[in-house]
């Protein structure tokens, strides 16, 4: 049964760190494409940062030079984790974990939200 899960969610305060972890497992992946995206109330779902099958990662230009992309993989599992730092209370959001985008380049995932498989979510809550 396929999975992902995601982790490290919590409360910080302005200018805190945050590390998200996902991992993904239980289904055949067609590319190991994955990627955080996060919607805040009232908004709709944005993407945050993506890997692509080449290992190209891309961000938003709300979080670059903040938030680092790291993915690894084993024979059952691939993990994504989002180093978050510098937070700021726009970043207030939940998050959420994809996995297995159709698209081919990390760019065009991030605008197509491609994916095939969600998580749940984590909340992301940064106070000022």
């Known amino acids: 049964q396929a999975q992902v899960v995601e982790s490290g969610g919590g409360s910080v305060q302005t200018g805190g760190s945050l590390r998200l972890s996902c991992v993904a497992s239980?289904?055949?992946?067609?590319?190991?494409?994955m990627g955080w995206f996060r919607q805040a109330p009232g908004y709709e779902r944005d993407g945050v940062a993506v890997?692509?099958?080449?290992?190209?990662?891309?961000?938003s230009d709300s979080v670059k030079g903040r938030f680092t992309l790291s993915f690894s993989k084993d024979n059952a599992k691939n993990a994504l984790y989002l180093e978050m730092n510098n937070l700021k209370p726009e970043d207030t959001a939940i998050y959420y974990c994809?996995?297995?985008?159709?698209?081919?380049?990390?760019?065009?995932?991030?605008?197509?939200?491609?994916?095939?498989?969600w998580g749940q979510g984590t909340q992301v809550t940064v106070s000022s």
């Open positions: 994809a996995a297995d985008c159709s698209s081919f380049t990390a760019a065009e995932a991030m605008v197509a939200g491609d994916f095939g498989y």
């Open positions: 239980g289904y055949t992946y067609s590319s190991d494409c």
């Open positions: 890997i692509d099958r080449d290992g190209t990662t891309t961000y």
